[in-house]
DNA sequence: AATTAGCACTCTATAAGATGCAGTGCTAAC
DNA sequence: GTTAGCACTGCATCTTATAGAGTGCTAATT
């Protein structure tokens, strides 16, 4: 996908531009490398390489007599190529322990904690989509009768994580009908996953619709999806830290301001973004760099996430920021949650 | 509290100075009054009115040549005497039966969706909290084995709604013990509500513990809290519509947008200033004015709240916006969102 | 006695220059 | 291939000028 060569002095210039605007978030300028580095390189040799990086499509002007600002294709030759891993400092590791402790907590919120620890790391806005139940394996079903007509459904899935769905019924139903159901539904679906329940439901259960059960099966049959369906993701997705990467100068104006609100508010688009690249290799950190997202509204962002796993189940979490982040620490600090979160979570009875 | 006496010609002046300011967000002058309502008075006049009710707290300056607007006090005096009430039309009507319908959606849900309805009609900020279980009526306890040494605690309150807890329990249990407990439970404790189970809970089981029961009734001693414990509050409060109070003229410099993102990121402010005027009449609107919340960063906002109920429990639910904000037609839709929550809530066989 | 016209004054917002600066691109010299 | 030199560009910032909205006070008017 990226096959561009460049001699190492090029890629040594490219380095020292993008660094040095990931710091400042100013266009960088050729007298301004050439002093700051001693490069034994004078300005006006470095902005012939620059300007040969420009041809490539790596930099890029803000307006003629302005320095050299990344372009998301340099961005992405630095990441790929240029970049060399960071670590998680001390003080960091210690924030994160003191504060992460996910026994403590029930999903949800464990989910808003983590969240707000990532953003207050990265001094960006981090995310967290709920655990997805697709791939989840179904333990067992049970049935509690919360009132004459009202059934609540309780879902243990292989992780220990468990789901529960209330059910209306317009019929009384017999204790001893209820009990047949449920052993009815664990022996044809546990050990199933949701995603082959939902498509072989009907298929599995239709030898039990002829029997006395039939008014029960009628309404698990029509809550079918409810009871099943994945959660919707973007419900409970977590989006924290707007306070953080406000204070970034690249949020000065209005219209930028306006666009982190409307990220956070409407979930959908960084949801979708998170969605899309599902067929990447899912264990690997993923980064998407403003215009690869494809999306108008992401131009100006960069995404950094990365799977977490709760048992059968995982969801996925990471943190946004401007292109000019610090792609390095950011990773370090994605994966070692992401790491954190599936270890701790695996250790944990749920 | 409010014994401020004013001439029919003050009262007249003050109102067409709040009314214009809230239209336009420009302190108003003497003579646009005199000009747009033909009022039969020359702008001298006016200014000599407008003198009068700055000395009696009511208007303010920003600067001596700007016009004026309005302080707290005189919005409170505006609300409480000057203003008439509004109606929704039949635009904002239609909108929110075409969206909210309770039935369809799980508590949590509703909250976020009839947010959002809320801080559309309003063009502010939307807060809704989560019912609370203080004074639910608890139905009955059931409990439901999770696996060896997991059960679910499902508590059915009065109205309908369901509270599920986990709780892990460090030995095998057999399954008439768990029947029995749940008998003794449901025998001391259905009826009452939760604040007086909190209270009595070790008192009124004491008994059973000296049984076989003893293990188990341990660890429910031990979750008490965590079972019968009101929700967090700030947890699972609802605050939408950032996108909606951001357009307004006084958010255009930096830090009032920081201090939009703080309310939304950080509920403790806006939650503690719901529950703390709690002891007036809870069945009535309530609106707090800037400085009367007492709360420096608060001291920009006016905020209008009312209480909904679910059965035997109720949350309240609010608008936050700039002082400057239409309170008739604020209250309007804060006053039928509520009652309509209500109702509707009452229907629904939850 | 209440109202109004008139006027000097104040503060702000906006536009228009003026100036400096950082940086480029090109050419010619090294 | 590298560098020095130079003309040029666009932006940011500061200053200054100007217009406008509004006040407060005083004196005239009703």
Do not use: W
Not at 120 to 140: E, M, S, V, W
Not at 296 to 325: A, H, Q
């Amino acid at each position: 996908m990226n096959n561009i060569e460049l001699t190492d002095r090029e890629k040594s210039i490219l380095r020292h531009v993008i660094r040095q605007f990931i710091v400042t978030a100013n266009p960088v300028g050729s007298r301004n490398i050439s002093k700051r580095y001693n490069i034994g390189l004078s300005p006006a040799s470095i902005r012939n390489i620059m300007a040969d990086l420009e041809d490539l499509g790596l930099l890029g002007h803000p307006h003629t007599s302005a320095g050299r600002v990344p372009t998301d294709r340099g961005y992405r030759f630095y990441v790929d190529s240029l970049m060399e891993p960071a670590k998680l400092n001390k003080k960091e590791l210690d924030y994160i322990t003191a504060n992460l402790e996910p026994d403590t907590y029930e999903t949800e919120n464990l989910l808003k904690i983590t969240s707000a620890i990532l953003s207050t790391i990265t001094n960006q806005l981090a995310c967290i989509t709920y655990p997805k139940f697709d791939n989840a394996l179904l333990n067992k079903i049970q049935l509690v009768r919360l009132s004459s007509q009202r059934i609540m459904v309780v879902l243990t899935i292989q992780s220990g994580l468990v789901k529960t769905i209330t059910l209306e019924i317009n019929a009384e139903i017999e204790d001893d009908k209820l009990m047949g159901v449920e052993q009815l539904l664990n022996e044809r679906l546990a050990g199933l996953n949701f995603q082959e329940i939902r498509k072989t439901f009907s298929e599995r259960i239709k030898d039990g619709f002829n029997t006395e059960y039939k008014p029960v099966m009628r309404v698990f049959i029509d809550s079918m999806d409810k009871i099943f369906d994945d959660i919707k993701i973007n419900e409970k997705t977590v989006i924290s830290g707007a306070k953080n990467i406000i204070k970034h100068p690249e949020f000065g104006d209005h219209e930028h301001f306006q666009s982190v609100i409307e990220l956070i508010e409407d979930k959908d688009v960084i949801v979708h973004i998170m969605e899309k690249n599902k067929d990447i290799s899912s264990k690997d950190v993923s980064i998407i760099i403003g215009g690869e997202s494809e999306d108008e509204k992401f131009s100006d962002y960069s995404l950094i996430t990365k799977e977490y796993n709760i048992g059968d189940i995982n969801g996925k979490l990471g943190v946004i920021g401007p292109k000019r982040m610090e792609y390095g620490k950011i990773i370090a600090a994605v994966v070692y949650i992401a790491e954190l979160l599936t270890i701790e979570l695996k250790n944990q009875k749920l």
